[in-house]
């Protein structure tokens, strides 16, 4: 009986951060394969989005910049977010291009922190950014 108690005492899932389960890939009392993904979780205290800038406007952002985040479900509010992040690389675009044309579809991708105090905003939602 001893050893059951200490063995249980031993079964216990402990969270890497607070946050938010956003899934459950295991029942209770189903076996776990070591290094098995049991829960997906997040912080939606730090929510981050990622934009793509078509080339022509890769140049007026910068890091630090102020942005606003607006989404459907919320559409008469906006949310502050700061760039963080715009990367050094060009995406969705063959390298062998030459055309203007096809130039002009190069983008770029911006990530964002998002501020929302009031825990509104959920992962996955559609948003729309406009740079300040």
Not at 31 to 40: D, I, L, S, Y
């Amino acid at each position: 009986m001893n050893t059951i108690v200490i063995q249980l005492d031993r079964i216990v899932v402990v969270a890497p951060m607070d946050g938010v389960i956003l899934t459950r890939n295991v029942e209770p009392g189903e076996f776990v394969q070591p290094g098995a993904v049991a829960f997906t979780m997040a912080n939606l205290d730090e929510l981050s989005i990622t934009v793509y800038v078509p080339e022509d406007q890769y140049g007026n952002i910068t890091l630090g910049q102020q942005a606003g985040v607006t989404v459907d479900s919320f559409s008469n509010e906006t949310f502050d977010a700061i760039v963080t992040h715009i990367a050094d690389q060009a995406e969705f675009t063959p390298r062998n291009v030459q055309t203007v044309e096809g130039r002009s579809s190069t983008v770029y991708a911006i990530k964002l922190k998002v501020t929302d105090n009031n825990g509104k905003l959920k992962i996955g939602m559609p948003a729309d950014v406009v740079f300040k």
